[in-house]
C-alpha cells in the first residue's frame, strides 16, 4: 500500500512512540515509581488491579507539582530534571526525557491528584487518550497519586499482546523488587486486588535490603564485594559457590543507581564464576557500579534498561578482578568468612549479619491467606516466598547442610578414610565440635588446577621432552578441531606436532603427569572443543585442558591415602584458593557439626 505522502497528526505519532516506553503494565509501574523516588519521596504504595492490566495506582509523599505546572507535564518533552543536553551526563536522577507521563497519558485515562506541601490546596487533573479532560483545584495530601485507568483503551491491538494477569503482575513485582534494591530506605507497600503482597520497611543500607528482597537463603551464601578504582566504585554481593540457580535472573546490576541489563557486565560476572560453579548454572548477584556520570550514557535506550560505558574494558576488566577476588575467598556457604578472606572482609560480615537478622525479623511478606516470616521459621532450603505469588524470586539450589565456619585443614585431626574415597577429619572451631568430610580426589583436583593456572600465568607450564616421541591417533572429530590448537597446548606443558591427517606427536608432557594421562588429556580436550558448538576462546580452551590435567593427575577415588599424603594434601588445600569447589563446581568438602549429629541420634 502507497500513495500520498502526509504528516502524522501529533495525537497518532504519540500514541506511536509511547509504545516505545509503555510496552506493559509493568513499563507504567517502572515510570511512576521512579518518577516518585525523583520527587523524594520516603513513602510509596502501589495498587494493582487485575495484575496492572486493571488499573495501577502509585501515591507517593514527595515534593508534589505545583499547580501551574500540572498540565505541563503531560505535555511531551516537559521536564523540571534537565535544562540542555548535556544536562543528560549530569543527571542524577532517574528521569529527564519527559516522556513517560504523556505516553501513559495517551494509550489511558490518567488522574492525578498533587500538593505541594507549602501549597495550602492540591490539584486534580484526568488526562485521557492524550486531552485534558478535568482540572481543578482539590483537597490533598502532600505529595502526588497518580491512578492510571483503562489502560491500552486507545489502541485496542496492544492488549492483544499482554499475557495471564498473572504473567502480568509478576513483571510489575519484579520491576518493584529491582528499584527498591536501588532504594534502601524508601518505604514500599505493594497490594494487589486490595490485598498486600508486599510490605519492605524502610532500610538502612542496600545489604539489609538485599536480604529482604532475595530472601535469607541468598543470604547465607553471599559474600561482600567492595572496590574502588580510578574513580569507579563496584559494590555489592555474590553468591558463594554453592548456591547456584538454573537461569541468570538472579543476577541484577546497577550502574548509578538505575538496574540495567548489561551483557558486557553479565558476562564479567560468569567470568569471574568460571571454573567455581558448573556449567549452564548462574550464580545470584547484587552487584551496584557507581561512576562518574559522564563515564557512562544513560540516554541509549527507549526504558533506559541499557547503557553504554565510556571506557568498557576497563569496567569489563574491574568487575572480573573484584568479583574474582571474593569469590577466591569464598567458602561454601560464604555468608562465613574463611581463612583466605582477608580480615577486613569478615569484620564487615559479621556487622552485616546482625544487621540483616535484625531486618528480617522486621520483614514480613503475607498473601493474604498466610503470612509467611523471612528467616527460621521458612522451610530450609526452599524460597521464602508464597508459591502462588508471581515474579518473585524462584527455588535456588542450594544445600543448607554445606556449612563451613572459618578453619584450617592442617589443624583438623585425620580420623580415617571411607570408601577409599571420603577422607573423616574432627575439629574443634567456631566454639563446637565438627565433622569434616573430604572429597580426596575433588580436594587434589582444585589444587592442581590452581597451581596449573598460576603457573600459566607467568608464561607456560614447563614440560617435560619425552625421550621416544609418541604418536597419538585421533578421531576424524578429533582431527577437525587441531586448528590452532598447537600453541594453546603448549602453554600447558604439552608440545604437540602435527603428523599425519589424523595423528599428532607427543614430544613433551607437564611433570607430574604419565604420558598416557596426557594422551587421553588431549584426546578429551579436541573433544570439548569439538563438541562446544562454537568457537572456545583462548582462556576457555585453556582452562579446558588444565581441568581435564588436574582431573587425571589427582588422586584417584579408591586410592589409599597414607598419613602425610593427607597431610600434605590439607596443607595444599589451605593455601588454595576457590577450595570450596572442583573445577567442575562440585563440593569439595561437607561440614555437619555436633549438635546436627546429636539430632540425628535424637539426643537432642
Ligand atoms: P521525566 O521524569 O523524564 O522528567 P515524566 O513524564 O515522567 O518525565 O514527568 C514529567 C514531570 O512531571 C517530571 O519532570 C516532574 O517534574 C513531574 N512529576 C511526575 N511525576 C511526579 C511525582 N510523582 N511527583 C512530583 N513530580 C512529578
Ligand atoms: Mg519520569
Known sequence: MSGKIVVLPEALTHKIAAGEVIERPASIVKELLENALDAGATDVRVELTGGGCGSIRVSDNGGGIDPSDVPKAFERYATSKIYEFDDIYRVETFGFRGEALPSI????RVEMITRKRDRVSGTRIVVSAGRIEEISDAGSPGGTTITVSRIFDPVPVRRKFLKS?????????DVITRTALSCPSVRIQVMAGGREILKIPSTADASERIALILGADFTDHLAPVEATEGGVRISGFLSGPDYTRSNSRNIYCYVNRRYIRDYLLNHAIMTAYRNVIAAKRYPAAVLSLTLPPEEVDVNVHPAKMEVRF????????FVVESAGRTLSGAALSAGKPTAFAPPVIAAQLSGYRERVEEALKRYTLSTGRQKLRFGASALPGRPNVPPDTPGLP??????????????????L??????AGTYLLFSGDFSGGEHLVMLDQHAAHERILFERFAKSQEGEKIPG??????????????NSAALQDVFPVFERAGIELEPFSGDSV?????????????????????LDAFSESGRTLSLQERQDEIIRLMACRGAVKANQSLGPAEVAALCADLDRTPFSATCPHGRPVYVVLDRKELEKMFKRR
Not at 310 to 317: G, K, S
Not at 509 to 525: F, S, W
Open 105 to 108: 497519558a495517551s494509550i489511558a
Open 165 to 173: 494477569e498473572a504473567t502480568e503482575q509478576g513483571s510489575c513485582v
Open 310 to 317: 565510556r571506557r568498557p574494558r576497563e569496567i569489563y576488566r
Open 394 to 411: 524462584e527455588i535456588a539450589e542450594a544445600s543448607p547442610s554445606l556449612k563451613r565456619s572459618p578453619f584450617a585443614f592442617a589443624s
Open 413 to 418: 585431626a585425620f580420623i580415617g578414610s571411607f
Open 464 to 477: 617435560q621432552r619425552l625421550l621416544i616421541p609418541e604418536v597419538i591417533h585421533l578421531t576424524p572429530k
Open 505 to 525: 606427536v607427543l614430544r613433551s608432557v607437564p611433570a607430574n603427569l604419565g604420558h598416557e594421562d596426557v594422551q587421553i588429556v588431549v584426546r578429551d580436550a
